[in-house]
């Protein structure tokens, strides 16, 4: 019998989750049933893939950077990055923008819905807490995204996911340093990484067995902590939007692939699907670093000095998904509360949300802390900052889950792309769990 591929049984895994999260919110005992036995073994699956992301990162950026043997290669590759990043999160601000223009979904918000969702959420803890974080972020200076960046202590920063961009600088420093001191003094450190890689990405591989149980349970939590479903149909309209913006990114990407790659773009969407499906089932680009590396390095044939460099800066700056829904929620909460933009306005959310993107933490729910300091750019009324989230506080979580799989999808996409433009993007190299399991047993 042929073996079921991995996507189709994470597939199954999301189906049944959503499935039996239903069933349970029927049944009194039910969600505390979910809350307590099944939940947990969600979160123990992200804590995993969150565990080996900061290894996974320094062993196979310093084998990326290691294996260069030309620093000048090094910086086209970043350079390359940096640029194609900041050009798709323009792409998806505007595309954002120009449906949200289009479709109005704020006019459709009667007065009683404002007022129902503001009684609902405008105190919730989540709300308040996004306010505040984002007014920390604003009160930095225009440096201070280049000076979060450098760490004073490299085992602390591997020590918090939030520092990823530390860590990467940190890693890129070692790099760099080797290289400099010579392929024979530096052989000793170079194969210590080189195996700490290769052990990583096994880790992965044994992690990814659990997957379709795991996404199972992430989804039924997320069935039955869901919100109120009459809040849920007023936003339906809004909703719709950011979807279809997201779809019409990832059309985008397909593109971009079958145009410069000459790659199937159905080909790259099917290899990159258990890394979309964990995207949208821990609503982490950070979480699913390493399976995103996996299917960029393994399936699609991505060289390692390429994929050890994008991904991680992608999983922390790139966030198209995340951008596009921050253009599309300023101008629909602005309609909805009557405060009119204008075409400048509209410029400035395009600026503010590409510049928040790359500070932006990539974890769950850092885009409605993007999302308050690109309102406050645009001079949106500061007592009414509170009613705007909690606006779309409702639906904020299910759109999170959408907007990942796009940031995760854009990370492969450039990574492709960049590696096409140096010579290294090759044939796919697949390894499964078991391979030296013969050696052992």
């Not at 999983?315 to 599309?328: E, H, K, P, R, W």
Request: charged share 15%; proline share 4%; net charge negative.
């Amino acid at each position: 019998m042929r073996k079921l591929e991995l996507h189709w049984k994470i597939l199954i895994g999301m189906v049944l989750g959503i499935v039996f999260g239903f069933v349970m919110t029927q049944i009194d005992w039910g969600k505390g049933f979910v809350s307590d036995w099944i939940q947990p073994l969600g979160t123990i699956f992200v804590k995993l893939l969150k565990l080996i992301a900061i290894p996974l990162i320094i062993a196979s950026l310093v084998k990326g950077i290691s294996d260069l043997k030309d620093i000048s290669k090094f910086r086209n590759i970043g350079l390359r990055t940096i640029g194609i990043y900041i050009l798709t999160t323009v792409v998806a601000i505007t595309i954002g923008l120009l449906l949200v223009n289009t479709l109005k979904p704020g006019n459709g918000i009667s007065e009683e819905t404002v007022a129902k969702l503001t009684q609902t959420y405008a105190t919730d803890s989540g709300v308040t807490s996004k306010i505040a974080e984002a007014t920390r972020q604003k009160d930095g200076g225009p440096l201070q995204f280049l000076e979060d960046m450098v760490p004073d202590n490299a085992i602390k920063a591997m020590s918090d996911n939030g520092l990823m961009l530390q860590v990467i600088f940190f890693t890129i420093f070692l790099g760099i340093s080797m290289l400099l001191i010579g392929e024979k003094r530096a052989k000793p450190l170079k194969d210590f990484f080189d195996s700490l890689n290769d052990v990583v990405l096994k880790m992965v591989d044994l992690i990814m067995l659990s997957a379709p149980y795991a996404v199972f349970a992430l989804l039924a939590g997320v069935v039955t902590s869901s919100s109120d479903p009459d809040l849920l149909l007023a936003l339906l309209k809004y909703a719709g939007v950011v979807v279809g913006g997201l779809f019409l990114m990832i059309v985008f990407y397909a593109i971009v692939v079958s145009v410069y790659t000459k790659k199937n773009p159905f080909w790259f969407l099917k290899e990159m699907s258990p890394a979309q499906l964990l995207a949208f089932s821990t609503s982490s680009s950070a979480a699913t670093l390493p399976v995103t590396m996996e299917r960029v390095e393994e399936h699609i044939g991505v060289d390692k000095e390429v994929s050890s460099f994008v991904l991680p800066v992608g999983a922390t700056i790139n966030m198209d998904g995340t951008s596009l829904y921050q253009g599309v929620a300023a101008v629909f909460i602005s309609q909805a509360l009557g405060f009119d933009l204008t075409f400048g306005d509209q410029l400035t959310i395009v600026l503010t949300a590409l510049l928040a993107s790359i500070g932006s933490a990539a974890v769950p729910g850092a885009g409605m802390v993007m999302l308050v300091i690109v309102l406050e750019s645009i001079g949106f009324p500061a007592d009414k900052l509170a009613i705007g989230l909690a606006l779309i506080f409702a639906v904020d979580r299910p759109l999170d889950m959408c907007r990942t799989i796009v940031n995760v999808t854009g990370d492969a996409m450039v990574s492709m792309v960049v590696a096409k433009s140096v010579g290294k993007l090759g044939k796919p190299n697949i390894k499964e769990w078991d391979d030296h399991l013969d050696e052992v047993i």
